[in-house]
């Protein structure tokens, strides 16, 4: 699909209209407005953050939170540790897979602390790393359970291994769709054109094992390297249909663990994102509390 | 910096707008650049002076409605016009609804104005009635100023009319004919134009069969270098491939025919100009006579397939070649598959016409356009400013995605189809209202459905929600006489209204009227009708005509449980604003009530 673009003379392979434009050269236009949120202490809650270089030469930086200590000074004991990947429909510039090598690329970083070979003084100091804890939003969610797969094959180093996997509204594409909101269909097809985009070199939606884990042909989920996964989807989201497949296909697969799925009726994909203070984002994170807690 | 601050006194005193303020030259500046009527109607209302020089630095008037005010009274206010615009016949003339001895007559205006106006050079009659002397009169007296000439959907005058402008105005770049009933005397017109013209920019004659002779059009094309746009009726594309090599400037195509369907050799040397990004017309064109425009589709802004032959598998492949489309008219063969099509591929699109076919051979299997199409459409093309469709099926979900995803919805008009039995989602309330209430760019609205399409919260909704809507179409809605009334309270800004098979009572339409500060139009056909109109006086105020056509005599013993008249599909109502008063014209068939 080749658009000629008068002007500049740089052809646009996607065009999605709001949201993106994508140019044969790499180059890419973002339309929704996002703002930089720098590090900080938030006057809230007492949460304290920091960016961290965990591959100065490649430009890989993680921000960290800390949450602030009880009232009697100190922690008692070490904390847990969540390693969160945010969503945002996949990078452009950087394509599918490279992020997936990113992201077990931080997760080893967390993993050399165990053995005092990491440098962060907050994790060597505060971190319990018998229980790591993977999780994501959106392409994040897509990007944990990746990162959870590559788990059950590889050792993340050190004795580390992933206590869960909490996958909030899964990017998830291909196969059956159960979507009859016409709506959510038309936001589906919209979904798997830029799939390609973002992935050059594709199969398709369909059995892209990527984009699409429950495809033929993919990888068992049995292997999923932790021992208890969490989904929460919103009840309107187009994709919802691809998290309950997740949870379905990974109980019926071998895998010797415990699922746990959560529905917010009639809300859509990234819902706690946009209103962020409505009673079911609140519900949603203390499930995911709850979740983290218990493990 | 140096010298004294200047005192208040003097401040204040040079950005009085007092006697004595502002120079004349600067407010004769100022107000050139106020382009919107209506902030012109609002400056003029400001003193006596600003009126003045409103009236000599207006350029462009239009007029909604010719019945609406005198030509003289124009005249008076408005001496240095360039360009004026009058409409006539009400549009659903367009549909066969009103008699051709209506009026709207452009006689009057053109006997009144084409001498005196000394700077004017543009003219556009919409929908009336004008005769060869009309145009004979507007030669004699404005045709060597002339530039722009547009007859649009006229009737009454024939080629002779045209032979008199070819060779009288040669200062001519707009030539506008497009839909109109003309009488064909002959082709030496486009000869005569030929060779007198060489400016012509745009020549439209689409819609209207008038002959030509293609030699006639390379002559055009040969003598005007300037045309960029030439829509015809229709002519064997094969014969044009003289004048398509000779026009290199030409940009706008449509009329181009496929007679002899199936026969691609003939048609494979078409050659279309280097620039053009317009096309249409292509009537006939078939699946074996597309490949004639592959070569340009990727360039192409503006299609109109509304006369192809066209299957929607036909459609599907053409159009996936299409990424620059802004402008797309075609039938609902074009079905949803086709508009998923759309979607995916015409992300600049911005004004999408779905026309209703009859008997299309493709149409059986495919089933026409739904709120899937509609959909999908909504969320692919967000840059839509126009969707005019004719649909088969409708939800209010799709309505509802039009809502949340075209926020630069301009113009936007829905026809349901009747020839469906189950339609999946009635009322439409709430996509009505989510349309409504999202869009607020809409200027104009258009609803025709079924009766129980909206109910009478739904046009509650659509009066609550009109926002700065000033068109409104609306067909079998509501319920009863409160929806009317509810909608009616809503609508702050609605100028011109058009009603089509409700059930309200002359009553209910009367007091509905006299609810709409900004109301200058309405007009009713199939309400609940007496013979004499006496309830439709309730509207009457100074400045308000009413025009009434009486329901057949038949109907008059059918009478409702209720005892109010029962829905008269012949009956109308056309009441306006007018500074003119009573029409001198009227035709017989027409009433025009007024107080005793």
């Given at each position: 699909m080749a658009n000629a673009d008068a002007g500049d003379g740089d052809e646009v392979i996607l065009d999605a209209p709001g949201f993106i434009r994508v140019y044969r050269s790499g180059r890419v236009e973002r339309f929704l407005p996002v703002d930089?949120?720098?590090?900080?202490?938030?006057?809230?809650?007492?949460?304290?953050?920091?960016?961290?270089?965990?591959?100065?030469?490649?430009?890989?930086?993680?921000?960290?939170?800390?949450?602030?200590?009880?009232?009697?000074?100190?922690?008692?004991?070490?904390?847990?540790?969540?390693?969160?990947?945010?969503?945002?429909?996949?990078?452009?510039?950087?394509?599918?897979?490279?992020?997936?090598?990113?992201?077990?690329?931080?997760?080893?970083?967390?993993?050399?602390?165990?053995?005092?070979?990491?440098?962060?003084?907050?994790?060597?100091?505060?971190?319990?790393?018998?229980?790591?804890?993977?999780?994501?939003?959106?392409?994040?969610?897509?990007?944990?359970?990746?990162?959870?797969?590559?788990?059950?094959?590889e050792e993340l180093g050190h004795g580390v291994k992933l206590s869960s996997l909490v996958m909030i509204h899964p990017y998830f594409l291909g196969g059956e769709s159960s979507e009859t909101d016409d709506m959510g269909v038309a936001l589906l097809r919209e979904l798997v054109r830029l799939w390609p985009v973002v992935c050059p070199g594709t199969s398709g939606c369909d059995d892209d094992p990527l984009i699409n884990p429950m495809a033929e042909g993919a990888p068992n989920l049995a292997s999923l390297g932790c021992r208890r996964v969490l989904v929460c989807v919103g009840g309107k989201d187009p994709m919802r249909g691809r998290g309950r497949l997740y949870c379905e296909k990974l109980k019926r697969s071998g895998w010797r663990g415990e699922v746990d799925d959560w529905e917010a009726d009639g809300q859509g994909h990234g819902f706690h994102l946009s209103c962020p203070m409505s009673a079911e984002a609140e519900a949603q994170v203390r499930v995911i509390a709850e979740f983290l807690t218990y493990g | 910096?140096?010298?004294?601050?200047?005192?208040?006194?003097?401040?204040?005193?040079?950005?009085?707008?007092?006697?004595?303020?502002?120079?004349?030259?600067?407010?004769?500046?100022?107000?050139?650049?106020?382009?919107?009527?209506?902030?012109?109607?609002?400056?003029?209302?400001?003193?006596?002076?600003?009126?003045?020089?409103?009236?000599?630095?207006?350029?462009?008037?239009?007029?909604?409605?010719?019945?609406?005010?005198?030509?003289?009274?124009?005249?008076?206010?408005?001496?240095?016009?360039?360009?004026?615009?009058?409409?006539?016949?009400?549009?659903?003339?367009?549909?066969?609804?009103?008699?051709?001895?209506?009026?709207?007559?452009?006689?009057?205006?053109?006997?009144?104005?084409?001498?005196?106006?000394?700077?004017?050079?543009?003219?556009?009659?919409?929908?009336?009635?004008?005769?060869?002397?009309?145009?004979?009169?507007?030669?004699?007296?404005?045709?060597?100023?002339?530039?722009?000439?547009?007859?649009?959907?006229?009737?009454?005058?024939?080629?002779?009319?045209?032979?008199?402008?070819?060779?009288?105005?040669?200062?001519?770049?707009?030539?506008?004919?497009?839909?109109?009933?003309?009488?064909?005397?002959?082709?030496?017109?486009?000869?005569?134009?030929?060779?007198?013209?060489?400016?012509?920019?745009?020549?439209?004659?689409?819609?209207?069969?008038?002959?030509?002779?293609?030699?006639?059009?390379?002559?055009?094309?040969?003598?005007?270098?300037?045309?960029?746009?030439?829509?015809?009726?229709?002519?064997?594309?094969?014969?044009?491939?003289?004048?398509?090599?000779?026009?290199?400037?030409?940009?706008?195509?449509?009329?181009?025919?496929?007679?002899?369907?199936?026969?691609?050799?003939?048609?494979?040397?078409?050659?279309?100009?280097?620039?053009?990004?317009?096309?249409?017309?292509?009537?006939?064109?078939?699946?074996?006579?597309?490949?004639?425009?592959?070569?340009?589709?990727?360039?192409?802004?503006?299609?109109?397939?509304?006369?192809?032959?066209?299957?929607?598998?036909?459609?599907?492949?053409?159009?996936?070649?299409?990424?620059?489309?802004?402008?797309?008219?075609?039938?609902?063969?074009?079905?949803?598959?086709?508009?998923?099509?759309?979607?995916?591929?015409?992300?600049?699109?911005?004004?999408?016409?779905?026309?209703?076919?009859?008997?299309?051979?493709?149409?059986?299997?495919?089933?026409?356009?739904?709120?899937?199409?509609?959909?999908?459409?909504?969320?692919?093309?967000?840059?839509?400013?126009?969707?005019?469709?004719?649909?088969?099926?409708?939800?209010?979900?799709?309505?509802?995605?039009?809502?949340?995803?075209?926020?630069?919805?301009?113009?936007f008009r829905l026809v349901l189809l009747d020839k469906q039995n189950k339609i999946t989602d009635l009322p439409l309330d709430n996509g009505v209202r989510a349309l409504l209430r999202s869009c607020t760019k809409l200027r104009r609205f258009a609803l025709y459905l079924r009766p129980g399409g909206l109910s009478d919260a739904g046009l509650g909704y659509v009066g609550q929600y009109s926002g700065n809507i000033q068109y409104m179409l609306l067909g079998n809605v509501g319920e009863s006489d409160n929806g009317l009334i509810r909608f009616a309270m809503g609508c702050a800004n609605l100028r011109k209204l058009e009603l089509r098979g409700c059930c309200f009572s002359e009553r209910a339409l009367a007091v509905a009227v006299l609810q709409m500060p900004s109301l200058r139009y309405v007009w009713v056909q199939g309400y609940r009708a007496s013979q004499t109109g006496r309830d439709l006086m309730l509207m009457a105020r100074p400045y308000w005509n009413i025009e009434f056509v009486p329901p057949r005599p038949e109907s008059a013993c059918r009478v409702m449980a209720d005892g109010q008249p029962c829905v008269d599909t012949h009956a109308q109502v056309l009441a306006y604003y007018s500074l003119a008063g009573r029409r001198p014209d009227c035709p017989r068939w027409l009433v025009t009530l007024h107080p005793a």
């Open positions: 930089f949120a720098p590090p900080s202490t938030d006057a809230a809650t007492g949460v304290s953050s920091k960016d961290v270089a965990i591959l100065p030469d490649a430009c890989l930086l993680v921000r960290i939170y800390l949450p602030l200590p009880p009232s009697s000074g100190s922690y008692s004991g070490k904390l847990p540790v969540l390693v969160f990947f945010h969503g945002g429909g996949f990078c452009l510039e950087h394509p599918v897979p490279a992020l997936y090598g990113d992201a077990w690329t931080a997760l080893q970083w967390v993993a050399a602390h165990s053995v005092g070979r990491g440098q962060e003084p907050w994790l060597t100091a505060h971190a319990d790393l018998g229980r790591v804890h993977v999780g994501g939003e959106s392409a994040g969610a897509n990007i944990a359970h990746h990162a959870a797969m590559r788990a059950g094959r | 910096m140096g010298g004294e601050v200047p005192e208040p006194r003097r401040l204040s005193r040079s950005l009085s707008f007092g006697c004595g303020g502002v120079p004349e030259e600067a407010l004769h500046l100022v107000l050139g650049y106020v382009d919107d009527p209506r902030d012109r109607e609002a400056a003029s209302l400001v003193c006596r002076r600003w009126h003045r020089i409103d009236a000599l630095s207006r350029k462009h008037v239009t007029v909604g409605f010719c019945y609406a005010v005198e030509p003289a009274r124009l005249l008076a206010r408005f001496r240095r016009l360039e360009s004026l615009a009058l409409k006539g016949r009400p549009r659903a003339a367009m549909y066969g609804l009103i008699p051709e001895d209506f009026g709207a007559y452009a006689a009057p205006w053109v006997a009144e104005l084409a001498a005196p106006l000394d700077c004017l050079k543009a003219l556009h009659l919409r929908r009336m009635t004008v005769t060869d002397e009309d145009i004979a009169v507007l030669v004699r007296a404005r045709g060597h100023m002339l530039q722009v000439l547009k007859l649009d959907k006229c009737s009454g005058f024939s080629t002779d009319a045209l032979r008199l402008v070819a060779r009288s105005c040669r200062s001519l770049r707009t030539l506008f004919l497009e839909e109109c009933i003309i009488a064909d005397e002959g082709s030496e017109w486009l000869h005569e134009l030929a060779v007198n013209n060489s400016v012509l920019v745009t020549l439209n004659f689409y819609m209207t069969e008038l002959k030509v002779e293609p030699a006639d059009l390379e002559l055009l094309a040969r003598n005007c270098k300037s045309l960029i746009s030439l829509k015809m009726s229709d002519c064997d594309l094969s014969d044009l491939i003289g004048f398509l090599q000779t026009s290199k400037a030409l940009q706008e195509f449509a009329g181009g025919a496929f007679f002899e369907v199936g026969e691609y050799t003939k048609y494979e040397k078409v050659k279309l100009p280097p620039r053009l990004c317009f096309l249409g017309g292509l009537t006939f064109m078939g699946k074996n006579e597309m490949p004639v425009i592959f070569p340009y589709s990727a360039s192409l802004k503006k299609l109109d397939l509304q006369y192809t032959f066209l299957t929607t598998e036909d459609h599907c492949q053409l159009i996936a070649k299409c990424p620059n489309l802004l402008v797309l008219e075609v039938r609902n063969v074009i079905g949803d598959r086709g508009l998923e099509v759309v979607a995916d591929t015409c992300k600049k699109l911005r004004r999408l016409r779905i026309e209703r076919g009859d008997d299309d051979p493709g149409q059986e299997e495919q089933g026409g356009v739904s709120q899937i199409g509609l959909t999908a459409v909504a969320v692919g093309c967000r840059e839509l400013e126009y969707i005019a469709a004719y649909v088969s099926d409708i939800t209010n979900g799709a309505l509802e995605s039009i809502g949340t995803f075209c926020k630069n919805m301009y113009d």
